[in-house]
């Protein structure tokens, strides 16, 4: 997986691929979240173009994760792996306790790999299960 950049981007940057991948039956403005512009967004550039996004908000050292989208002709080749795997090493850095996100319930597994475990709370948002999961961050790791 040669010709694989992360660097943090402009929120503006992510909405084609969000749009794209997560929502293109819906009108473009659906993609945006009110609170973009407070948080931190990452891309990842495979052979230099941006193939996959996902936005990082932080509340005391606890951090959510949201809008985590890879362009379809690039999914199952690893590169949301290694995005999340950046993500997770930029909270541990940053002393965040706890990484957790919305997930839908037909990717649990692709988040266990990783560690986060379910949480209780489920929930129906268009159509759509979701599982609240998380990850403690142990500082030692």
């Known amino acids: ?6 660097e943090q981007i402009r929120f503006e940057l992510t909405w ?10 819906l009108p473009f403005e659906n993609i945006k979240l009110k609170n973009d512009k407070d948080g931190i967004h990452f891309g990842l550039y ?14 005391n ?3 959510q994760f949201r809008k985590f989208a ?23 850095k ?19 790999k990783f560690g986060f475990e379910e949480t209780p709370q489920y929930f129906i948002q268009d159509d759509i299960d979701f599982v609240i999961m998380e990850l403690k961050i142990d500082p030692e790791d």
């Open 46 to 59: 495979a052979k230099n173009q941006l193939t996959s996004v996902i936005s990082l908000f932080e509340v």
């Open 61 to 63: 050292n606890i951090y």
């Open 16 to 25: 084609r691929i969000r749009h794209e991948v997560m929502h293109p039956d």
């Open 70 to 92: 890879t362009i379809n002709a690039a999914q199952g080749k690893g590169y949301g792996t290694k995005l999340l795997e950046y993500i997770i090493m930029y909270v541990k």
């Open 1 to 6: 997986m040669d010709d694989i950049q992360i």
């Open 94 to 112: 940053t002393n965040g306790k706890k990484l957790w996100c919305n997930a839908r319930v037909s990717v649990i597994s692709f988040y266990n």
